[in-house]
T-cell receptor, first 111, second 114 residues
Framework: DAKTTQPPSMDCAEGRAANLPCNHS???????VYWYRQIHSQGPQYIIHGLKNNETNEMASLIITEDRKSSTLILPHATLRDTAVYYC????????????FGAGTRLFVKA | NAGVTQTPKFQVLKTGQSMTLQCAQDMNHNSMYWYRQDPGMGLRLIYY???????DKGEVPNGYNVSRLNKREFSLRLESAAPSQTSVYFC?????????????FGAGTRLSVL
C-alpha cells in the first residue's frame, strides 16, 4: 500500500509561493496523487491530482518527480485564507475507494 | 444544489445511547464515505459504499454500522455510544471512476459522548 510522508508544519509569507512537499516512495505505477486541504474545522476540499505529468488549475500547481516518489504542491501567491492543513493522498486499494489521509502539513500564512 | 448535507450538525449523547447520523447527496455520485476526525488528527475512514447496495469496512469500523438506503443517502449508526466515539464525523461522496475518484465532503457532525 502506498503511503505518504509530509512535514507537520510550514510557514509562508503572504504573497509568496508556498511549496508543500510530499514523499510517496512506495507508489505504484497506476496510482494517482491527490491533494486536499482542510480549513479550520470544515470538511476537506479537493485541490488537485496527478499521475505523471505536472498539473495546474486555478487553485494550485502539482509537480511530480520523474520517478514519482515525491511531489510538491505549489500555491503561487499564498493568502491568509490559504492557512489550512494540506493532505497528500495516494489511493491504497486497486478499487480506488479506500483513502488514508494521514496528519497532513499545517500551513501558516503570515502577513 | 446543496452538494453533501449532513444532519445533525451537533449532538451530545450519554454513554450507551444510540443514534444515526444522516448523509444525503445531490451530486449523483456512486460512492459514499464516512470518516471520523479526532482533535489534531487526520481523517480516518470508517465505512464506505462503492455503489448503491454495497458497503465495506474502512480503517476503523468497530462500533459502527452503516446503511446505503439508496443512491442519495448513506447513514452511520452508533448502537451503543462510548466516550471514545467523541469526534467530528464527515460524510463524503465520489464518482466510481478509478483514477478520478475525487471526494466531496459535507460540513461535518460534531458528536460528544459523555
Amino acid at each position: 500500500d502506498a503511503k505518504t510522508t509530509q512535514p507537520p508544519s510550514m510557514d509562508c509569507a503572504e504573497g509568496r509561493a508556498a511549496n508543500l512537499p510530499c514523499n510517496h516512495s512506495t507508489i505504484s505505477g497506476n496510482e494517482y496523487v491527490y491533494w486536499y486541504r482542510q480549513i479550520h474545522s470544515q470538511g476537506p476540499q479537493y485541490i488537485i491530482h496527478g499521475l505523471k505529468n505536472n498539473e495546474t488549475n486555478e487553485m494550485a500547481s502539482l509537480i511530480i518527480t520523474e520517478d514519482r516518489k515525491s511531489s510538491t504542491l505549489i500555491l503561487p501567491h499564498a493568502t491568509l485564507r490559504d492557512t489550512a492543513v494540506y493532505y497528500c493522498i495516494v489511493r491504497v486499494d486497486p478499487g480506488g475507494f479506500k483513502t488514508i489521509f494521514g496528519a497532513g502539513t499545517r500551513l501558516f500564512v503570515k502577513a | 444544489n446543496a452538494g453533501v448535507t449532513q444532519t445533525p450538525k451537533f449532538q451530545v449523547l450519554k454513554t450507551g445511547q444510540s443514534m444515526t447520523l444522516q448523509c444525503a447527496q445531490d451530486m449523483n455520485h456512486n460512492s459514499m464515505y464516512w470518516y471520523r476526525q479526532d482533535p489534531g488528527m487526520g481523517l480516518r475512514l470508517i465505512y464506505y459504499s462503492a455503489s448503491e447496495g454495497t458497503t465495506d469496512k474502512g480503517e476503523v469500523p468497530n462500533g459502527y454500522n452503516v446503511s446505503r438506503l439508496n443512491k442519495r443517502e448513506f447513514s452511520l449508526r452508533l448502537e451503543s455510544a462510548a466516550p471514545s466515539q467523541t469526534s467530528v464525523y464527515f460524510c463524503a461522496t465520489g464518482g466510481a471512476y478509478l483514477a478520478k475518484n475525487i471526494q466531496y465532503f459535507g460540513a461535518g457532525t460534531r458528536l460528544s459522548v459523555l
